[in-house]
């Protein structure tokens, strides 16, 4: 054993998970903590979104190794239910769980570090050291460019506590962006396989909150899958031996507790004075995306990669400029027509409200989504993004299942009307002599129609919000209540309509022989009439079964 480093901050009982409290205060508090008063705290309150979903998974992974000893899925149920109506977790059950691999949770340690491996600072091969700001989500700058009001200054720029970097440690973990020297040697090696980012950042990630931390927890603890098939048995990475393997390719984890602690990078914490302030890592664990369903918390997509011969299911990724409810079809439905599938999270969601509707229907269900997208080669973080959708949970119901189609198609009108406003915008540029109504390297008046679809749906995202949330199933009528968004987005994107041709230029109200404002304008009212007309295209409705005017 060496004697340059002693254990230090241990975990189990140091506080270092971020959590908001009832009371609107943030705190720390300890891993075992979390188990015993989880009900007392309202979230999780990391720095950003996305490392409050690494640190979700970590508390996942202690609940599916601590309850893992269920025979049927019944009895996974029957266990589920009555944690959920005692609104707390057994404790000691837990703890001493825990506690058995006591010296596995020291951030440092001089041979099991906690989710680290020791050494690193004596080997040649690895990459580092690196300052702390490459670990630190808060101070990523995007494509190498400094924040215009950097969230940190001083001496906190260059260090960390031990608390901020045993939550940054998760985050990395699961985030981290490509390295080229990682692929350089995946070349050398003749791997087939990239490496690529960290497992979280290749995901469409959602996951279900409730009232309280407990509940969250609850929520996304699914204990089978939607065959009802028990998970396999597997350890998480505190009851394995360290593995030091560099790019190590694994069969995907049928195990949560595996899962939830894989270690996409194989990183050492170095500290000074009592702070954090560098690290050094190597490449970790990777198996194929294709069709790895035992994930929980990403939505789905049937589709071919470049090179491959075959559609497979692959994670679907969020993108920070599209607003949750525009997905909405992939993320509660199986839609066979776009290859999409809903996230195991949100069927379980369902599955509660089927099996337990005398506990759930009726409840307003939450999901938030974390991400990351990256930029040229996957080797920058290029934006840090979130998004939340909550509406009523009978609308996963199978006795409802009626209305998530309706919803669904009165997306897609939506997505016509916001369609015709964009071409509105464009037709009123190019009467005003704008060769492409476009800027430098858009053309065909492309840039106008984004700019004017940004703003359309911008000015939708409120009042969508604020309709699906409000739809009770159990007394709404399906017609009423459907007529009621059209009505609402006919009128706001009619109004942005009208303010486009209102402000437009002289020259574009004289126009020319082919267009002018005017016009342009006429056709608009037209195409948004109703949703007949708006959704006909070459003889076929464009927005599914939406119920016509």
Known sequence: MSSEISPEFNLLYEPWIAVLTNGGDKKEISLCEVYKSAQAYRSLAGELPAQNTAVLRLLLAVLHSA??????????????????????????????????????????????????????????????????????????????????????????????????????????????????????????????MSLGVGWLGKLGLISAYGDNLFQTLMLNFVPFNSDRELWKYGQPIWEKPVNIKERNIIRLPGSQAELLTLQSRRVQLEKENGRVTSFRFVSGDVFAQEESFSEQMTTWRYSKQPGDKTERYRPKKFWPSVQLWRDFASLVAQDEKNGSMPPGVVWWSKHLVDWKSEIFNGALFKFQTSGISYGTMQAVITDVFDDSLSFNSGLLSELKKGWLDRIIAEIHTTDNLVYEVSLLAQSIEKAAGTKDGGSAGKTDGQAVRDEARTQAYYSLDVPFRLWLEKIDPQTD?????????????????????????????????????????????????????????????????????????
């Open 67 to 192: 309850y893992n000893n269920f025979e049927t899925a019944e009895e996974a149920e029957d266990f589920w239910v009555t944690l959920w109506q005692d609104g707390s977790f057994r404790y000691e059950a837990i703890v001493n769980c825990l506690r058995q691999y006591e010296d596995r949770f020291w951030l440092f340690h001089p041979d099991t570090p906690f989710f680290q491996i020791p050494g690193l600072d004596k080997r040649d091969d690895v990459f580092g050291p690196f300052n702390i700001a490459k670990l630190n989500g808060e101070l990523s700058e995007s494509d190498n460019k400094a924040r215009f009001i950097p969230q940190r200054s001083g001496y906190e720029k260059t260090s960390l506590s031990y608390s901020e970097a045993a939550r940054w440690l998760l985050y990395y973990n699961g985030f981290a962006e490509t390295f080229g020297k990682l692929e350089s040697k995946c070349k050398r090696n003749k791997s087939d």
């Open 477 to 549: 009528d399906m017609d009423e209540k459907c007529d009621e968004w059209w009505n609402t987005s006919q009128s706001i994107i009619r109004s942005y309509g009208w303010q486009l041709a209102n402000n437009c230029s002289p020259k574009a109200l004289i126009g020319n022989s082919e267009n002018s404002a005017p016009k342009a304008y006429n056709w608009f009212l037209y195409k948004t009439k109703n949703r007949e007309i708006l959704n006909r295209k070459g003889g076929k409705s464009r927005g599914g079964t939406a119920k016509s005017d």
